[in-house]
């Protein structure tokens, strides 16, 4: 569903928002955001 359905039926109240899932999104992107990847070795490197 494209962003300006949703918004037009956000306005006539025919879909509700879900408060948590838009939270739990945003909080895993931070996350992700904030915790830097472990480096990686060159292919072919031996641990």
Do not use: F
């Not at 006539?12 to 895993?28: N, P, Q």
């Amino acid at each position: 569903m494209r962003i300006s359905e949703i918004q037009e039926r956000v306005g006539r109240g025919e879909y509700r928002v879900d408060a948590k899932a838009v939270a739990d999104a945003i909080v895993r992107r931070l996350l992700k955001d904030a915790v830097p990847a472990p480096p990686r070795r060159p292919h072919g490197a031996c641990s």
